[in-house]
Nanobody, 122 residues
């Protein structure tokens, strides 16, 4: 499975961005779709998960109420809508595909895409 994230950019505090993750080369509906992020000097951290078919979503506490993940299985695409952005949301954002069920622990996806930079200015 190949994954390509897009939609990053520079935005002011309080602004919004919508990231997309286009998948190819596999059966998209088989995979839970994750978003991770990595800020400079920090470890990569889990942001969100949307399950394969039920659409159940999970979020890191730091983004709950501000970020929304969704998917369109017909378009083989996952999304991350980010609202009320803060400078601490600045990071490279990665999408990933995971065949495993979400357990509450940080997922270990099967496939990773290239990241997209999100920068939130204060």
């Amino acid at each position: 499975v190949q994954l390509q994230a897009s939609g990053g950019g520079l935005v002011q505090t309080g602004g919004s961005l919508r990231l997309s993750c286009a998948a190819s080369g596999g059966t998209f509906s088989r995979y839970g779709m994750d978003w991770f992020r990595q800020a400079p000097g920090k470890e990569r951290e889990f942001v969100s998960r949307i399950s394969q078919t039920s659409g159940t979503t999970y979020y890191a506490d730091s983004v709950k109420g501000r970020f929304t993940t969704s998917r369109d299985n017909a378009k083989n695409t996952a999304y991350l809508q980010m609202n009320s952005l803060k400078p601490e949301d600045t990071a490279v954002y990665y999408c990933a595909a995971d065949t495993s069920r979400y357990t509450g622990r940080q997922p270990t996806p099967d496939y990773w895409g290239w990241g997209t930079q999100v920068t939130v200015s204060s």
